[in-house]
């Protein structure tokens, strides 16, 4: 049974960091796209990073606009773990953060495309 959990969500104020890390079990982080999500109050949830497997050992990492350049996303193949830094964080990154994973082709920006889902962790960026 494939099992995501996210870890790392909390409070912080605007221009602080957090470190979110998804952590997999039943699923190889190593041969499968693993991708951060988020969903704020009464909006859709967004497509946020991604960390892309191309096949062999060869990866790809995306991000949304509003976070380059503050966000980057890892992946530690041993701890089977994906983690994705947040910098310079501010008050529209609050959001419940949902880590998705699967064998993802192209679409690595839809959600329709990944399998496995997290329950999610919630961020809140505030002074």
């Known amino acids: 049974q494939v099992q995501l959990v996210e870890s790392g969500g909390g409070l912080v104020q605007p221009g602080d960091s957090l470190r979110l890390a998804c952590t997999a079990s039943g699923l190889p982080v190593a041969t499968n796209t693993v991708a951060w999500f988020r969903q704020a109050p009464g909006k859709e949830r967004e497509f946020v990073s991604a960390?892309?497997?191309?096949?062999?050992?060869?990866?790809?990492?995306y991000y949304e606009d509003s976070v380059k350049g503050r966000f980057t996303i890892s992946r530690d193949n041993d701890q089977n773990t994906v983690t994705l830094h947040m910098n310079s964080l501010k008050p529209e990154d609050t959001a419940t953060y949902y880590c998705?994973?699967?064998?993802?082709?192209?679409?690595?920006?839809?959600?329709?495309?990944?399998?496995?889902w997290g329950q999610g962790t919630q961020v809140t960026i505030s002074s």
């Open positions: 960390h892309h497997w191309r096949g062999a050992r060869t990866y790809y990492k």
């Open positions: 998705a994973a699967g064998q993802v082709a192209d679409a690595w920006t839809s959600g329709n495309a990944y399998s496995y």
